[in-house]
């Protein structure tokens, strides 16, 4: 722009003399050559005393900050938006934008215009701090944050975000965050999402994420919209947290009333069903010792045998089902956990040909319970186990721990798993993936350890195995450690 005025035009202009910015040309010294009026309203400096200025020493804090402009105008032919701090005749400092350029018409001179800039330096400097701040008191939640585009790549997560999911920032940032939703979930995330506009701009959303180890984790994030100018959406900030504790809790606490509803409900049945099945046994046992006494067709009783085994089965689910209703608690006595557990495997050895047992106990636990229905538990979990376990072969690890004053049972295997569709239905009754199973072996287990007062969770990846953790209340003064 400069280049473009002629020397008389630039100071002889009466509408040029009305600008804020100031024209200057001066030596390679910094003394004035020509000046425009707005050096009064700029600088202080007007009329003679504008004429009289010298750049290195009335404007330029020092004449080493006026030979560094100089010698990178010189050295590029011309600077543009050259940022710098000057000083007016009175002391006070402002922030200038100079452009300026070497001009050949007038002997090397430097012509150039300068621009107060301080309110906008203010202004972009109080917004940097406060954008400093924001990020630190982002940074500073516990709460994971981030932003991400229409289409689901994040544009920024803090510190929380990046430890939560155990990744760098740079892993994160110009990805999509899409993959990590579970995958029945991802639809419906989309969908909420997408319902976004100017007339309701903020919606919560609880969905599953898969972690990098394959676990399972609940979430709940609250979505705002930030719209552009013609009302679409131009990005989303979301504010989430992990929320897998309450949900276990809630599906705990729909466990269990499902349980004792059917377990009410097994009580009635089971009265009205073994009352006949025990005079159905007795019969059979009566008939059985009467054809003993005489000749009969041997496959007469052979079908005699399978009926009375067949009662017995039906017997024992009954007996099943009414596990499921409230523990009398008055029954209970102080378990050595580790004899329980001996004794539960007794009950499972003939699988032990083809599995590999690995047993690691940290000490001696004691918990109070039923003896009898928490063999029963451990015995339903390690059959569970070992059933899972191809007949190739594989591997039962057991390891015992006691934390905080809960005793940890954990029972894991390298079968075939469960999916991830299956994993939330394992503890429902009657429901099983085996060919011959009844689908209440984890149902029964779950039911015991609840009403113990413990939990009982299973994870798993398809193909790799399962992993089935029990806790029980630890009777503390009659624990030891073995480290």
């Known amino acids: 722009m400069i280049r473009a005025f002629a020397r008389s035009e630039l ?37 003679a005393g504008a004429m009289a200025l010298d750049f290195s020493r009335h404007l330029f804090l020092s004449p080493g900050e006026w030979d560094k402009f100089v010698g990178k105008t010189k050295e590029q032919g011309a600077v543009e938006g050259y940022v710098t701090r000057l000083m007016k005749k009175d002391g006070t400092l402002f922030w200038a934008s100079i452009n300026a350029y070497v001009s050949n018409n007038y002997g090397g001179d ?38 991400f ?24 940032v110009g990805k999509s965050f899409t993959p990590i939703v579970y995958a029945d979930d991802r639809q419906m995330c989309e969908k909420q999402i997408a319902s976004l506009g100017i007339d309701n701009p903020v919606v919560e959303v609880e969905h599953r994420v898969v972690m990098g180890n394959g676990e399972v984790r609940w979430q709940r994030w609250t979505n705002r919209a930030i719209f552009d100018d013609s009302d679409k959406p131009l990005e989303f900030q979301a504010v989430g947290r992990d929320i897998t504790k309450r949900k276990k809790a809630e599906l705990a606490l729909l466990q269990t009333e499902k349980l004792a509803a059917i377990g009410r409900l097994a009580a009635g049945v089971a009265h009205e069903i073994n009352n006949p099945l025990t005079s159905a046994s ?14 009969v067709d041997p496959s007469l009783l052979e079908k005699l045998e399978t009926t009375d085994k067949s009662i017995d089965a039906a017997s024992t689910i009954t007996k099943k089902l009414l596990t499921l209703t409230r523990m009398d608690r008055e029954a209970f006595s102080i378990i050595n956990l580790s004899e329980l557990i001996e004794y539960a495997l007794k009950e499972c050895e003939e699988a032990f040909d083809r599995v590999t047992l690995e047993k690691r ?21 390690l059959k569970n186990s070992l059933q899972s376990v191809p007949d190739s072969g594989g591997m039962v690890a057991i390891h015992t721990s006691c934390i905080a004053g809960w005793v940890n049972v954990e029972i894991s295997d390298t079968g075939a798993g469960i999916s991830e569709s299956d994993i939330l239905r394992v503890f429902d009754p009657f429901f099983t993936t085996k060919e011959l199973g009844e689908g209440l072996g ?42």
């Open 11 to 47: 100071c002889g202009c009466p509408l040029f003399n009305l600008f804020m910015d100031m024209y200057f040309r001066v030596g390679m010294d910094g003394v004035v050559k020509e000046i425009s009026n707005s050096a009064g309203r700029l600088t202080g400096y007007s009329g």
């Open 110 to 147: 430097i012509e150039g215009m300068v621009r107060d800039i301080t309110v906008q330096k203010n202004m972009d400097e109080a917004l940097a701090r406060n954008e400093k701040r924001y990020l630190a008191i982002i940074e500073d939640q516990t709460d994971l944050i981030c932003r």
């Open 149 to 172: 585009l229409p289409d689901g790549t994040l544009t920024f997560v803090n510190e929380a975000y990046c430890r939560y999911f155990g990744k760098h920032r740079e892993e994160l």
């Open 282 to 295: 007795l019969s059979i046992q009566i008939l059985k010792i009467k054809l003993n006494e005489i000749a």
């Open 361 to 381: 106990f940290d000490g001696t636990f004691y918990v109070m319970g039923q003896q009898g229905a928490l063999n029963q538990a451990f015995s339903n979990v």
């Open 442 to 483: 984890l149902s029964v287990a779950y039911g015991i350890i609840r009403q113990h007062g413990g939990t009982i969770e299973v994870t798993s990846t398809p193909k790799q195995g399962s992993r089935v953790l029990i806790t029980l209340p630890a009777v503390e003064d009659h624990c030891t450690k073995s480290w």
